[in-house]
């Protein structure tokens, strides 16, 4: 069953410009992750932050969880073109599966 | 490291025929293989994990009878859609779990777009 939620649904924003997407979730969790798709293509798995972390950064990502609140947020910093995706969360509650969130389309104007 | 593979990438087919789907993990064994859907704009749902050497575990309401899970190796397991309708058209994603990794993470394939006419 779907299990995160992700706002915006979509987010329209100018190269250079930083991104910020959300996501909520419902039950406890081990871990969330984040995945980027292109359109019309598979999933790639951009960063993975534990339930006992509060923050962490790859590159021009930055990750927050906040598990009190049953949320986490994805920052793009200096956003390009090549950013535009759509952006998916997904949980893990300690079972082998991932339950992912409705995610964000992110379109990002040279 | 860490490639999964799927194929076909596309298949068209008429109404009422089985339509088989593979995925390959290429550089590391998998015991534990995954099958999502996704219609269009939507999120990946999952369908039935996959395991190697046993039945695979359906999610509530993935009819097993119409999508047959085969996982006959450690690196690939298939997926058929039986009987397809036109309804049953969509992107079939599959990812895997690499065994000898300490992470959570799944490795997903390219994803196979399915067109039933």
């Known amino acids: 069953s779907q299990q995160g939620e992700e706002d915006p649904q979509a987010l329209s924003i100018q190269e250079g410009e930083n991104a910020t997407m959300n996501c909520s979730y419902k039950?406890?969790?081990?871990?969330l992750q984040w995945y980027r798709q292109n359109s019309g293509r598979g999933l790639v798995h951009l960063i993975l932050?534990?339930?006992?972390?509060r923050e962490k950064h790859s590159g021009r990502l930055r990750v927050t969880l906040d598990t009190s609140k049953k949320s986490s947020s994805l920052l793009i910093t200096a956003s390009r073109a090549a950013d535009t995706a759509s952006y998916f969360c997904?949980?893990?509650?300690?079972?082998?599966?991932?339950?992912f969130g409705k995610g964000t389309m992110l379109l990002v104007s040279p | 490291g860490a490639v999964v593979s799927q194929h076909p990438s596309w298949v068209i087919c008429k109404s009422g025929t089985s339509v088989k789907i593979e995925c390959r993990s290429l550089?590391?064994?998998?015991?534990?293989m995954f099958w999502y859907r996704q219609f269009p704009k939507q999120s990946l749902m999952l369908m039935a994990t996959?395991?190697?050497?046993?039945?695979?575990?359906?999610e509530q309401g993935v009819e097993k009878d119409k999508f047959l899970i085969n996982h006959a190796s450690l690196t690939l397991s298939t997926l058929t859609v039986t009987s397809a309708h036109p309804e049953d058209s969509s992107f079939y994603i599959c990812?895997?779990?690499?065994?000898?990794?300490?992470?959570?993470?799944?490795?997903f394939g390219p994803g196979t777009r399915l067109t039933v006419t």
């Open positions: 990812s895997a779990r690499d065994n000898q990794a300490n992470n959570h993470e799944q490795y």
């Open positions: 039950t406890s969790i081990n871990n």
């Open positions: 932050i534990r339930s006992n972390e």
């Open positions: 997904a949980t893990n509650s300690g079972y082998s599966t991932l339950t």
């Open positions: 550089d590391f064994q998998a015991t534990t």
């Open positions: 996959s395991n190697e050497g046993s039945k695979a575990t359906y």
